[in-house]
């Protein structure tokens, strides 16, 4: 089935350490993302790649980093920098159409980090 | 005006009710639109695309009002299957033609 990926599904942080959540997609999108949800609240943009070996910051990318090496592929390290990273972090993926009209995301079904 | 905003609601409504959510937008260039429905605890389904006036899938009616800058969602006839936070997306303003800008959403909530 053509989807997004992204593991684990629960994922615990301690103090000072580095942990890297997985996004892999199979739908040959050149655009992936990174969002966070806080509960209650909506998605906020961490990082977001056009395609691969280049990506740009959104709008809360500080204590995060990502990487884009293959084009099915977008990891995301929250960094002991993080100071809040208890969230919901959603991966997403979309088409970019020549023709300049904005395509739908697809989401992969998430990550729940907790700091322990 | 914020670039995307949205009644955070939440509604309550009766089994089989008609029930709209409006969402605006500040984009004036904006070409495409979404509705996403989220459940509790999952990720965002895209449920509408919108890229002209309308568009209608079943009990879904999505409707677009570019001179006043809005979209609207229609559900008629309410299932108990239908309570979700409903997302309203447009494309970012900052001028790529691939990032988007979520709504917080409205929660529905349909009760028998």
């Known amino acids: 089935d053509g989807g997004i990926t992204q593991s684990p599904k629960y994922l615990f942080r301690k103090e000072g350490q580095n942990v890297t959540l997985s996004c892999e997609q199979n739908l040959n999108h050149d655009a992936m993302y990174w969002y966070r949800q806080d509960p209650g609240q909506g998605l906020r943009l961490i990082y977001y790649s056009q395609i691969v070996n280049d990506f740009q910051k959104g709008d809360i990318a500080e204590g995060y980093s990502v990487s884009r090496e293959k084009k099915e592929s977008f990891p995301l390290t929250v960094t002991s920098a993080q100071k809040n990273p208890t969230a919901f972090y959603l991966c997403a993926s979309s088409n970019i159409m020549l023709t300049g009209v904005n395509q739908p995301q697809h989401f992969g079904d998430g990550t729940r980090l907790s700091i322990l | ?112």
């Open chain 2, 1 to 112: 005006r914020k670039e995307v905003e949205q009644d955070p609601g939440p509604f309550n409504v009766p089994e089989g009710a008609t029930v709209a959510f409006n969402c605006t937008y500040s984009n004036s260039a904006s070409q495409s639109f979404f509705w996403y429905r989220q459940d509790c605890r999952k990720e965002p389904k895209l449920l509408m695309s919108v890229y002209s006036s309308g568009n209608e899938d079943g009990r879904f009616t999505a409707q677009l009002n570019r001179a006043s800058q809005y979209i609207s969602l229609l559900i008629r006839d309410s299932k108990l299957s239908d309570s979700a936070t409903y997302l309203c997306v447009v494309p970012n303003s900052g001028g790529s033609n691939y990032k988007l800008t979520f709504g917080k959403g409205t929660l529905l909530t349909v009760n028998p």
